[in-house]
């Protein structure tokens, strides 16, 4: 069994900063691209940032400059760095791991539950 569980989420002021983390577990053969998604009320998630296991990063463009993702191959990891937090980014923030069972299989996309950011005064 696979799980993907982010943490690192809470309360900011505006202008913080904030570091969430992801780990993806379990009896893994090999994980790909890791991504962050974020939703916030009444919106359709979209895409924060994304990161593949040779350490391509691919951002969306409102938080590009202001967010950093990395990941740690060896712990199947993956971390979003949040600086200069606004209101606007609020959101549950979601990660997801591209990964296969197992030598040949299929690569499935599995999800974490999310955590809760909020950017407030």
């Known amino acids: 069994q696979v799980q993907v569980v982010e943490s690192g989420g809470g309360l900011v002021q505006p202008g913080g900063s904030l570091q969430l983390s992801c780990a993806a577990s379990?009896?893994?053969?090999?994980?790909?691209?890791m991504g962050w998604y974020r939703q916030a009320p009444g919106k359709q998630r979209e895409l924060v940032a994304s990161i593949t296991s040779g350490g391509n990063t691919n951002y969306s463009d409102v938080v590009k400059g202001r967010f950093t993702i990395s990941r740690d191959n060896t712990k199947n990891t993956v971390y979003l760095q949040m600086n200069s937090l606004k209101p606007e980014d609020t959101a549950i923030y979601y990660c997801?791991?591209?990964?296969?069972?197992?030598?040949?299989?299929?690569?499935?996309?599995?999800w974490g539950q999310g955590t809760q950011v909020t950017v407030s005064s």
């Open positions: 997801n791991a591209d990964l296969a069972l197992r030598i040949g299989a299929r690569i499935g996309t599995y």
């Open positions: 379990g009896n893994i053969f090999k994980v790909y691209t």
